[in-house]
């Protein structure tokens, strides 16, 4: 399956790991990249030294294309960017903010960046500015999200830039691919599908629970903050809708939420951790390996849609 997304990252197929924060880590990347899809590094809050050790370590396990996401709000962003060309990354998505003021160096650097979006404003900024392509992201993705839905966002995001743009938000499985594909899509990003791969780092506990998770077992706290973020219902985010509702304050919030996504990802506490997972949580059925994942949801997309989408 050949579109021009998986010809500007120079992989097998057009789909893409989500760069998400603790999880995206090397070992993760590397899997994804090995089975013929676009792994990427989650560089999230980390320090920028623990970044580039991660990018050496993924150069370790694998000899395909990977990428780094660089995530807007983390205040050492601008030494992550630099750490991005200085090892040689191929290919950078971000996340959470306008990457604008980092382009022009990367491009120069010959990096490809593919800025996520969540408005059609945004994804048009982001072509004026030299990106390669976007990633346009709904609301049924996990984490911090916009207010579009990718049915609704994607077909308009199409028509409005000429690059082209990789669907994501809500995409498990090879109905999501080609469903994407009629949207005008020319390549698919996935996240929480590939947290419970068995590559994925994560604790058994948080795989647990989106493999059981229903339809309706995620919702959205922060709505009010600005910082929206979609985490799968637990005793934390009850906590924290209550809190909400009554008022508290976004620092007091902040202060609820302090290094609960690590708690989750690492300690296995599903009941104070925060359970970052898309609405596709429920489409996702079992532990699989990221060479299992790919190789799967392609055959089915490729049944599904008419060759003249992909060849
Ligand atoms: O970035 C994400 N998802 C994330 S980042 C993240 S890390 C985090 N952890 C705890 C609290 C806060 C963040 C967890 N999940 N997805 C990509 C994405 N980007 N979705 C939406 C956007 C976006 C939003 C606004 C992109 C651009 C944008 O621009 C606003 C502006 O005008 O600057």
Redesign the pocket.
Known sequence: MQTRVSKLLGTKYPVIQ????WVAEYHLAAAVSNAGGLGIIGA??APPEVVREQIREAKKLTDKPFGV?V???NPNAAEVAQIVIEEGVKVVT?????PAKFMEAWKNAGVVVI?????VA?AKMMERGGADAV?A?GME??????SQTTMTLVPQVADAVSIPVIAAGGIADGRGIAASMMLGAEGVQMGTRFVVAKESIVHANYKERIIKAKDIDSEVTGMSTG?P?RVLRNQMSREYLKLEKEGASFEELEHL?LGS?RKAVMDGDVVNG?L?AGQSAGMVKKEQSCQEIIEEIVAEAETLLPEKFWK
């Not at 989500?18 to 924060?21: E, K, L, N, Q, T």
């Not at 971000?94 to 306008?98: D, E, K, Q, R």
């Open positions: 989500g760069g998400m924060a999230a809050s996401n995530m807007l709000l971000t996340g959470a903010g306008s800025p996520v979006v969540a408005s945004m990633v992201e993705s996990g984490g911090h999200i916009g910082h973020i939420t996504l925060s970052m």
